[in-house]
Structures are given as C-alpha cells and as structure tokens.
C-alpha cells in the first residue's frame, strides 16, 4: 500500500486536528509538562495548592475576591447540600425552581440595582443563550475584536450579522456602526477587562459613540469586573459612571464570587420573557442548591468588601511594577485589572518560562493562540485580595528567577 493510499484511508473527522496534534506532540517531546494537564492535587486557600508535591503559589485562578474558602459562603453550600441534595437534575422551566435560584438572583438584583436578574448554568451559557436569543437573522451584532469566545458563540447561533470593531476602537466602533442600516435592529457587546491583557474598555467614549446611531442596545460583559470595580463592586461600567447607559450586564459566578454559574441583569420591562424562549435557559439543568447557596451568601458579602478591593488593588500595582521594572513586556502599560499578562512572542519560551516558575512554586496561566490577540504567548497572572504582601515579594522573585533562567529577560 503506498503511502498517499493509506493517508486517505486513515482521513476521518479527526484529520483536522492533526497540524495541532503534531506541534503539541512536538512540544512534549522536548521534555516539559502538558501545561494543560496540571492536577491540583490538593487546594489549601485561596492562593495556595499542592501540585505533585510542591507547595505552590495560584497566580492563575481568577479568584480575585478569594471567596471559594470563606467561611461563611463553605457553611451556606453545605447546609444547602443537607436540606436540598446535591442536584435540581434538571432545568428550572420543567423541574421548577428552587427556593436557593430565587434567593441568589434577589441577591444579583440588590448588588446590581437592576429590577430583573436571570441564572445560568455557566458564564458562557449567560453569553450564548441572552445574545443568541436578543439578535437573531436580520439583526445585527457588534462587537469588539478581541471579544470572549461565549460571545462570538452567542453570534452564531442566534444566526444575527456579526460586525468586529479593532479592539478597544472607539473611532472604528462609530466607523462600523455608522455603515449599518438606519433601521436595523443591533446589540453592541463590550466587556469592562478584557481578559487576555487585562485592559479596561472606555465605556464613556463607547456609550457616546454608540448613541450618535439609532436602534442599539448594550450589553456589557463584566466578568472581569465583576467584585472588584465601582463603589459597589459591580463592575467597570460602574467605575466608569455609565450604568444608566447599559441594557444589560453579563457575568460570571467563577470569577470573584467563587464557584461556577452565570447570569444576566438588566431593568428592561420585559426581561422576564427571555426565560421562556433563550434555549441555553430552557434546555439545560439549573445549578445544584449547593452551588446557588454559596454564590448568594459570596454576592452578599461582595457588597461590603472594601478593604479586600484596596488590597487587591495594591497587589496589581505592586506586581505590575515589578514586573515590568524586571523588563518583561505586559499587556497593559499601567496595571488596569487584576490580570497582568507577561507578553511571549515565542512558543517554546513561553513554554520554558511556564514550566520554570512552576518548578519554582508559582502557578500561571499559560494562553495561546487563537485565544490570544496578534499571535502572542501569554503567562497570564490573576492576582487574588488574599495574596500576601509577601506572597506577591516571592512571585516577583520567581519571575526573576525564571526569566533569567529562560533568556526571557536579560
Ligand atoms: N465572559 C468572559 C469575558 C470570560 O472571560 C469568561 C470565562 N473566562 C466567560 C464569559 C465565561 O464564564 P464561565 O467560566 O462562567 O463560563
């Protein structure tokens, strides 16, 4: 059999993957750790796990508020799990809901100040099932470039147009809108922190550009946000002063809350019809009680964490500065989130650099394309309110070290 014969024969649906199967079995053949197959085989805290053995240092979990041990969110999940069970087994249209999804979706709507507040399974259901439902054939969807890919998901099956602006354009957003029909009916997507750089949008600026043009909506994705901007913690279109200029604000329950779920707010009158026809909603089993008990008791405390805000704060400056004292290049020119990302242009470094720091005891997330903008290799940091003043002395350290070690910096 020649060798083309038995290429065709070995062609199945696979074959697609092969050019990624073949660089990652490169990769691993020069001896590094599948960075996408870490076992955290312990977790102690917040900022802390043991992985194969070594105590090491989270730098790469998007805890930013450091709720998944506090106490009190631990207490409300187990006594949830005791009076509840483990699981709804099923989606709250047919099943019914539980008294747990009422009481954390009363909890969104106090923290967010809205009159409507919807739970998913997942953030990237919230994102799917509200923009796949709100823009259908014939609308359109405009978004930033460089957008989640939940949202992109959201696009294409809600079969709406989608329309990229470059990523925090303010000039080509007015650009893309200004070249659609006047009477089309369109949804502008924008996340606060974006979080591949860890870079703000400006919302302000957006907002205006986007009202000079009729029939938009807004819908902002704070996942990032989320805990940690605003004075009340809502997100960065707070901070920024736009929440009267917003329809709707997406977000994440595994980010600052701590556990896992989605949701959406919004003041719209008729929000409340989306729970009938957003299939993501309908066709999927809620979230346990377990799981809703903690992040409303973790949503209540987030309105009243100021101090931890301050401290995080002062862990990204301080990071952000080390960092780029030591001459890495970051993903932002002054620290604007909790995320620092350390900039790669190369893949076998990045790796290198990955595989170094945690040997040394510091855990990051290492991302790559597609996921990153412009082909880059990102170590991505996301630092937590309850990294130490020291914890954050000895990340710097390591990233000296490592850097060193790599060639990564001189
Ligand atoms: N939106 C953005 C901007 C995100 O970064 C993410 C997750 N990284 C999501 C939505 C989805 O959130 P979840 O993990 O809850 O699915």
Known sequence: MTDAATATETRDLFSKFDPLINEREALLATGVRDPYAI????????????????????????????????????????????????????????NGTYQGHKEVEDALKEFYG?????????????????????????????????????????CAMGNAEIVRFRH????????????????????????????????????????AAIRKHPNCMILCDEAHGMGFFGPNGRGAYEEQGVEGEIDFVVGTFSKSVGTVGGFCVSNHPKF?????????????????????????????????????????WKNSQRLHKGLSDLGFK???????????????????????????????GLYVNMARPPATPAGTFLLRCSLCAEHSDDQVTQIIGMFEAAGKATGAID
């Not at 992985?51 to 998007?62: D, R, V």
């Not at 650009?175 to 949804?187: I, Q, T």
């Not at 066709?283 to 931890?308: C, D, Q, Y």
């Open 39 to 94: 076992v955290m085989d312990q977790v102690l805290s917040p900022t802390r796990a043991i992985i194969k053995g070594k105590e090491t240092i989270l730098l790469g979990t998007y805890n930013y508020m450091g709720m998944t041990f506090d106490p009190d969110v631990v207490a409300a999940g187990k006594k949830a799990l005791d009076e509840f069970g483990a699981g709804t087994t099923g989606s709250r249209v047919l």
């Open 114 to 154: 809205t009159s409507g507040a919807m739970v998913f399974s997942t953030g990237y259901q919230a994102n799917l099932g509200i923009i796949s439902t709100l823009a259908g054939k014939g609308d359109y969807v405009v978004l930033d470039a460089d957008s989640h890919a939940s949202i992109y998901d959201g």
């Open 168 to 207: 925090n354009s303010v000039e080509d957003l007015d650009k893309r809108l200004g070249r659609l029909p006047a009477d089309a009916l369109k949804l502008v997507v924008l996340e606060g922190v974006y979080s591949m750089l860890g870079d703000v949008a400006p919302l302000p600026e957006m907002v």
């Open 272 to 312: 409340e019809i989306l729970r009938l026809v957003c299939r993501p909603y309908v066709f999927t089993a809620s979230l346990p009680p377990s799981v809703v008990a903690t992040a409303a008791t973790s949503i209540r405390k987030l309105m009243h964490a100021g101090e931890k805000r301050a401290h995080l």
């Open 330 to 360: 970051l993903g932002s020119a002054t620290p604007q989130s909790a995320i620092i990302a350390v900039i790669l242009t190369d893949q076998m470094q990045a790796v290198a650099m990955w595989q170094t720091l945690l040997e040394l």
